[in-house]
């Protein structure tokens, strides 16, 4: 996703493929179920509900692949933990992938001090602002 800058793979497609761009209504994916596929056996096979589930809520915040998207390998969580950027910049740029906005005065006022909590870790705070941010309404209905 352009939100965790980590990809995911898909049968017969190339492996950056993006998840707009698939092919067959029938390859295996908990997310796109989850997420408003048509379901193939409808009335109407196109018919798609943009109103948010219950089922959609609980995949965000319990998802084993989503956590890996956060926190393995080169996503964009690993990258901002490791760079030399400051708190706020970071917060910024979290913001700016999942809202496409600045954070609020307030929204900074929460976030940024969490880098300076005792026993911080920064790969743990981005984690977890990140989880926050993907399991918002704001998220969810932008997306």
Same mark, same amino acid.
């Given at each position: +996703?352009?939100?965790?800058?980590?990809?995911?793979?898909?049968?017969?497609?190339?492996?950056?493929?993006?998840?707009?761009?698939?092919?067959?209504?029938?390859?295996?994916?908990?997310?796109?179920?989850?997420?408003?596929?048509?379901?193939?056996?409808?009335?109407?096979?196109?018919?798609?509900?943009?109103?948010?589930?219950?089922?959609?809520?609980?995949?965000?915040?319990?998802?084993?692949?989503?956590?890996?998207?956060?926190?393995?390998?080169?996503?964009?969580?690993?990258?901002?933990?490791? +760079?030399?950027?400051?708190?706020?910049?970071?917060?910024?740029?979290? #913001?700016?992938?999942? #809202?496409?906005?600045?954070?609020?005065?307030?929204?900074?006022?929460?976030?940024?001090?969490?880098? +300076?909590?005792?026993?911080?870790?920064?790969?743990?705070?981005? +984690?977890?602002?990140?989880?926050?941010?993907?399991?918002?309404?704001?998220?969810?209905?932008?997306?």
């Amino acid at each position: +996703s352009d939100f965790t800058a980590r990809s995911d793979t898909f049968q017969g497609l190339a492996p950056s493929s993006r998840t707009v761009t698939t092919w067959n209504n029938k390859l295996p994916s908990t997310f796109l179920d989850t997420f408003g596929r048509p379901d193939s056996s409808a009335d109407c096979p196109c018919e798609r509900d943009p109103n948010p589930t219950m089922t959609q809520t609980l995949h965000l915040m319990n998802s084993a692949q989503l956590e890996a998207k956060l926190t393995k390998n080169d996503g964009r969580m690993i990258q901002l933990a490791k +760079s030399e950027r400051e708190p706020k910049e970071i917060v910024e740029e979290l #913001y700016l992938a999942a #809202y496409s906005r600045f954070p609020t005065p307030e929204e900074l006022n929460v976030a940024v001090p969490r880098f +300076s909590a005792p026993d911080a870790k920064p790969l743990d705070v981005i +984690s977890d602002l990140a989880w926050a941010l993907m399991n918002s309404a704001e998220f969810v209905l932008n997306h």
